[in-house]
Nanobody, 119 residues
Framework: QVQLGESGGGLVQAGGSLRLSCAAS????????MGWFRQVPGKEREFIGG????????WYGDAVEGRFTISRDKAKNTVYLQMNNLKPEDTAVYYC????????????WGQGTQVTVSS
């Protein structure tokens, strides 16, 4: 059972930056993908992007217009979401998730971290 824990959320002014971290544990040998999502109450969860745990290749959804970057540090078992030029509409709970490469779904989820961007 993969376990994930996000950190790094908080309050930031518009135009600022934040870096979220997602610490992963119990990653047994295998091909994983790690993803970042966000959700605003009353709205559907939105895909931000993902990264291949082994190879480090990344892919992104349309939501963040190139302002966000995903990376990972295998030695620390941690995935990062660097968020730049934040906007008030980026306010949401941010989640990291893990799944198996080649499968569409993400099987394991963190508890989420709140990001609030003030105007």
């Amino acid at each position: 059972q993969v376990q994930l824990g996000e950190s790094g959320g908080g309050l930031v002014q518009a135009g600022g930056s934040l870096r979220l971290s997602c610490a992963a544990s119990r990653l047994t040998p295998g091909s994983y993908k790690m993803g970042w999502f966000r959700q605003v109450p009353g709205k559907e969860r939105e895909f931000i992007g993902g990264i291949s745990w082994n190879g480090g290749s990344t892919w992104y959804g349309d939501a963040v217009e190139g302002r966000f970057t995903i990376s990972r540090d295998k030695a620390k078992n941690t995935v990062y979401l660097q968020m730049n030029n934040l906007k008030p509409e980026d306010t949401a709970v941010y989640y990291c998730a893990a799944g198996v490469i080649g499968r569409a779904k993400y099987d394991w989820w963190g508890q989420g971290t709140q990001v609030t961007v003030s105007s």
